[in-house]
């Protein structure tokens, strides 16, 4: 599973398609103890943006105790140089960061606070190793600046810090420890040192803990009462004062930690920030500065609790867009509020301008709306002087004035970009697809004439406000031309193949902490192929060959339809190569039987789908046989209830993974069979799903994950909708009936934050497209227009970016493969956007070219 941290991660090395972040282009500010060969006898390896120095012949315990040197940028190649002597000297494994740049974007505002120190690391192979190297480099290093390693002992005054951990590469996070008994734990990844309750604590260490137990010698004149938010820089905690009993907000800030593009660390911008609310003393749209403290190092801003709602919160909340319906219902009101608080925001802005300030972010969540309806500015950070022309070392483009604007320009720049997000909150990459943006304002809201032209002038760059040449146009037509759209979208995804590269040959969304594009059916290249092959587009031999060769090649393949061989089998079948396609279900034979997972996409329930189709175009009976006996087993699991929720992990739901995708095996078995209980059984299955369900008061069916109310194919209620038309084709029921009509009303969606297929707008078009009728094509031909909100241009072309909007991606589940699915779904009739969607496409000519 990703955290916005991964996709952080993957957004750093290319600025417009997801990327791996080694990949940063770092070579000249390459470490020279990384770059110098080691002497004989040492094996060099690299592993993210580390490089690892190993004696020949020695390798790593599973576990120990690691010893990380924290510095900054600055004393990087000192420590650098000083540690690998020392690790060469006494033989003993480090783990070193590359480059300057690389620790920077470790430790940058949005790195993972938990890893942010960990530039240098040595495995000593005992505790007299670990006295020892922690003596001599205490000696060469001691009192090194640099960020303390949450989770860590700090020695003395640092920068040295030890803990105890699974000897895997830094950039791993799935590490368990092992207890005397032989038991698996998960490695302790919190921010306070704990050491494992089996384990001695070395005599070393004691003072260490010693210190770290200690009373503190000072304490805040506050009470902490929960943390707000957490980041690598520090915390924002609501807190409450010992004397008054008043509430305020501590805004905390680590020394040397969230270093930013002007390479400024925390403590930096929370003192900025301080003389900023001293400047702007008085004015009642933003805090009271109540205090400035410093404890243990850490710095401490003591500011005026605001009693309110974030704008974010508030403008969710308030947003019409969720349906036609309610939009044309409340579109007025929404626009008349809407309208005040940016006049509201407008003179606030201009307040500040008087006391010599402006602002270079202005993001929703940190505007607090007061229960009174007055606005209130709650991060001070970006205020700068009024002739500063920079932009601001945080934040995007979303909420960001850029370089070159300085005073009332960039306030403007900023007021005109929450007015975009305020009437359509889609994360906005500059102005190439604004014309469409703006249009769309224009018609969805009452508002004043001129409103949205003034808007695209407003954001467009100087000198660029005439007719432009967008991609997305493509979709806005009257009467859009598929031949046109297809072909751009298909040269837009072939402009980013790279099949000179092993670890992918398309981008996609990452899909774990270390994982991106690869060879799979979801997020893969498997997909890409597969989206192509089914609109008539050119495979050419060369990404063919890359995919079966990246399938051959790992080491430990999943057996899964959408994360593993048997969907990378599919396509290679579907593209010609039976014989490839047969090797890799033979491969993962033993693993499919193994599966656990109920689910469609990596589970049970698609492996044995796509057992089904192999037998029946190979008359392998075995396959068929392996398929039912997975299935009966699932009966046996949908009967005993809703499938469980694994340890770490909530309980499976909806297409991909609960009892949508499970319903469309035993509804294959049942058309195959006429067995009336693969029909029960079915109708149980989905039942799981459609009992999370419930019709919002805009008339939306969505289905609750167990904190969101979802309407999207992945895990939401459209993509119960395949599964609940086939039940109905063979078992009628007038309510089930009436809950697959407001499904296809829930993906008529005005407002849909991603495009993708599997959580997006595509997906939804999908469902349209095939379960819709007559009436439909309407509404399908509306939610193609709105397509274009999404759209952006690569090399010229039709592309679309993967989840969260943050790059470009190609492949099927979030990315422009998806797109081009749905579409040619929605243009030409081409069946099932995935696999198995209608249970009785299991044929030989199943996902061919139609």
Same mark, same amino acid.
């Given at each position: ?9 993957? *957004? ?86 590359? *480059? ?81 008994? =032989? ?161 509201? +925001? ?103 004439? =001129? ?65 991106? =594009? ?115 087993? +699932? ?15 909530? %309980? ?6 609960? =009892? ?155 990315? *422009?493969?998806?797109?081009?699915? %749905? ?18 496409? +299991? ?8």
């Amino acid at each position: 599973m990703t955290t916005l941290h991964d996709h952080d991660r993957f *957004s750093l090395a290319d600025p417009v398609l997801f990327e791996l972040p080694e990949n940063l282009p770092d070579d000249g500010e390459r470490l020279a103890a990384v770059t110098r060969e080691p002497p004989p006898g040492w094996t060099r390896t690299a592993h993210g943006w580390w490089v690892r120095l190993r004696p020949d012949g020695t390798g790593l315990p599973g576990q120990g105790w690691k010893i990380h040197v924290s510095v900054t940028p600055a004393d990087l190649p000192r420590a650098a140089e000083a540690v690998r002597d020392h690790a060469l000297r006494h033989g003993m494994t480090v783990d070193l960061i590359r *480059s300057v740049a690389a620790a920077r974007a470790l430790n940058g505002v949005r790195a993972d606070r938990l890893t942010s120190g960990d530039l240098l690391i040595l495995h000593p192979t005992d505790d007299t190793a670990l006295a020892r190297s922690l003596d001599e480099l205490t000696a060469l290093l001691d009192g090194t600046p640099g960020p303390y390693v949450l989770g860590a002992l700090r020695h003395r005054s640092g920068p040295l810090h030890v803990r105890y951990a699974a000897s895997a590469t830094p950039d791993r996070t799935d590490r368990t420890l092992r207890t005397p008994a =032989g038991t698996l734990v998960p490695e302790d990844r919190r921010p306070l040192f704990r050491c494992p309750d089996w384990l001695p604590l070395p005599d070393v260490l004691r003072p260490a803990l010693a210190a770290l137990h200690a009373p503190p010698t000072g304490e805040l004149p506050f009470h902490v009462r929960r943390a707000l938010r957490l980041t690598n820089g520090g915390g924002t905690y609501l807190a409450t004062d010992r004397e008054t009993g008043a509430r305020v907000v501590l805004r905390e800030a680590r020394p040397h930690a969230a270093l930013d593009r002007h390479g400024e660390d925390a403590v930096t911008r929370l003192v900025r920030e301080r003389a900023a609310l001293a400047r702007l003393a008085g004015l009642d749209c933003v805090p009271r500065l109540l205090g400035h403290h410093v404890l243990g190092e850490h710095h401490f801003l003591a500011v005026e609790h605001i009693a309110g709602t974030s704008l974010a919160e508030a403008a969710a909340r308030a947003l019409p867009l969720t349906s036609e319906e309610r939009a044309e219902k409340e579109a007025p009101a929404y626009a008349t509020w809407a309208l005040a608080v940016l006049d509201d +925001l407008g003179r606030a802005l201009r307040r500040l301008h008087t006391r010599g300030l402006r602002l270079g972010e202005l993001d929703p969540k940190d505007v607090i709306v007061r229960p009174d309806g007055r606005l209130v500015l709650i991060a001070l950070t970006t205020a700068t002087g009024l002739t500063d022309d920079r932009a601001p070392a945080l934040g995007g483009p979303g909420h960001t004035a850029p370089d070159g604007l300085r005073g009332a320009d960039a306030t403007a720049h900023l007021l005109n970009l929450l007015r975009l997000w305020l009437f359509l909150p889609l994360p906005y990459d500059g102005p190439a697809g604004l014309r469409t943006l703006t249009t769309a304002v224009d018609r969805t809201y009452p508002l004043p004439p =001129g409103f949205g032209t003034a808007l695209f002038t407003g954001l467009s760059p100087a000198g660029r406000t005439g007719p432009h040449d967008h991609p997305a146009d493509l979709l806005t037509a009257p009467e859009p031309h598929w031949p046109a759209i297809r072909d751009s979208l298909v040269a837009g995804i072939h402009a980013m193949a790279t099949p000179g590269r092993a670890d992918r040959l398309f981008p996609g969304t990452p899909t774990g902490p270390a994982a991106i =594009g690869g060879p799979a059916l979801a997020y893969g290249a498997a997909g890409v192929l597969h989206s192509l092959h089914r609109v008539g587009a050119e495979v050419p031999e060369e990404y063919t060959a890359w995919l079966i060769a990246a399938a051959r090649r790992d080491p430990a393949p999943r057996p899964g339809l959408h994360d593993g061989l048997h969907g990378i089998a599919l396509t290679l079948d579907q593209l010609g190569h039976r014989e490839h396609a047969l090797e890799l279900l033979d491969r993962v034979r033993a693993a499919a039987a193994e599966v656990t997972c109920p689910g469609l996409a990596n589970g049970a329930a698609g492996i044995a789908l796509n057992q089904l189709r192999f037998a029946r175009v190979t008359a392998d009976a075995s396959l068929r046989d392996e398929a039912v006996r997975a299935a009966e087993k +699932l009966a046996d699991r949908v009967a005993a209830g809703p499938p469980a929720a694994r340890p770490g992990e909530p %309980a499976p739901y909806g297409l991909l993974h609960g =009892g949508a995708g499970i319903a469309l095996l035993f509804l294959r078995l049942y058309e195959e069979t006429r067995a009336p209980h693969w029909l029960d059984a079915a109708g149980i299955a989905l039942g799981h799903d459609l009992d999370r369900c419930a019709v919002g008061a805009d008339g939306h069916l969505t289905l609750f994950d167990g904190t969101h109310r979802l309407p999207y194919l992945h895990g939401g209620s459209i993509g119960l909708a395949f599964a609940l038309r086939h039940l109905l084709a063979h078992r009628p029921d007038p309510e089930r009936a009436a809950t697959l009509r407001t499904l296809l009303h829930t993906c008529r969606a005005l407002y849909v934050r991603n495009s993708g297929l599997v959580r997006g707008r595509a997906g939804g078009i999908a469902a349209l497209a095939a379960l819709g009728g007559p009436g439909d094509a309407a509404a399908v031909r509306t939610q193609i227009h709105r397509l274009a909100w999404h759209a952006r241009s690569y090399r010229g072309h039709l592309a679309f970016p993967g989840f969260r909007s943050a790059r470009l991606a190609a492949d099927l589940a979030t990315g *422009s493969a998806g797109v081009l699915l %749905a579409l040619s779904s929605a243009f030409e009739g081409t069946g099932p956007v995935l696999p198995y969607l209608d249970p009785r496409t +299991l044929s030989g000519t199943e996902g061919e070219r139609r």
